[in-house]
């Protein structure tokens, strides 16, 4: 198995913000891949289907994952997920971000015509790198096309996204000069959830990072760094995003 995080090309970095690979995984016992708040909607394609929830498909599309979720597959697979930037999805997809707020569906369901195409490209592809590319194009293919207008929204996430502290979002709204109804209309379209609760996602990635990455001492660490009252602070908000406990998934990469 080889994982690899990249860079997307030039050509769509102003939508997407990363891209995960994971290559040649053979499969003995079924793989389990936990799905956590992570603030970007996202673009899955597995060479075998993966099971979420009570779908199965091989191109998911998220919106925002507020409740933990897993992602199982049973067969030998390489996994690809282009991690979007907060405000893409009805920039590009055209749907309401709310519908998809923990609700992945078949990509699809969407455009059946073209993504049926493409889906059977990426599967009788030979390499990752020509899975990589067709998946590329399709994403240029879509910003081309897009006529939304989201320098507003772009805006908003980006200033979060840099500092999810608690004042955020009065300071963000306040520099957009809109009322609090309109900010709150403007996420609920084209993020999913109301502001607050992504401003809380951002900070829990933000600290879910820091752990991950063995970056700190003590919780207490991890705590202050990201704003957070208190360690008992820290660990309700990582339970309610993962269901788990930092000690107990810090205990589950050891054991791993």
Known sequence: MKVSNLAPCEKISNYVDRILVIEDVLVTN???????????????????????????????????????ETLIIRDNFTLIAYFFKPFALFALFGVSARELTDNPIDLNLLSPSKTGRLQEQLLNADSTSVMLSLL????????????????????????????????????????????ERTFQRLFEKNIGVAPNLFRRIWQF???????????????????????????????????????????????????E
Request: charged share 20%; hydrophobic share 40%.
């Open 30 to 68: 079924p793989f389990t891949l936990p799905l956590y708040a992570n603030g970007a909607p996202t673009l899955l394609f597995q060479t075998a289907r993966g099971l979420i929830k009570t779908n199965t498909n091989n191109l998911t599309l998220f919106g925002q994952t507020v409740f933990p």
């Open 136 to 179: 590329d194009d399709y994403v240029f293919s879509l910003i081309t096309k897009t006529t939304a207008d989201c320098k507003l929204i772009r805006f908003a996430t980006q200033a979060i996204v840099e500092n999810a502290n608690k004042d955020a979002l009065l300071r963000v709204q306040k520099e957009l000069h809109i009322t």
């Open 205 to 255: 990635n933000n600290a879910f990072q820091q752990l991950n990455n063995r970056q700190f001492n003590k919780l207490t660490d991890v705590a202050f760094a990201n704003g957070y009252a208190d360690q008992s602070h820290f660990i309700r908000a990582f339970k309610e995003f993962t269901g788990i406990t930092p000690k107990d998934y810090l205990k589950f990469g050891q054991a």
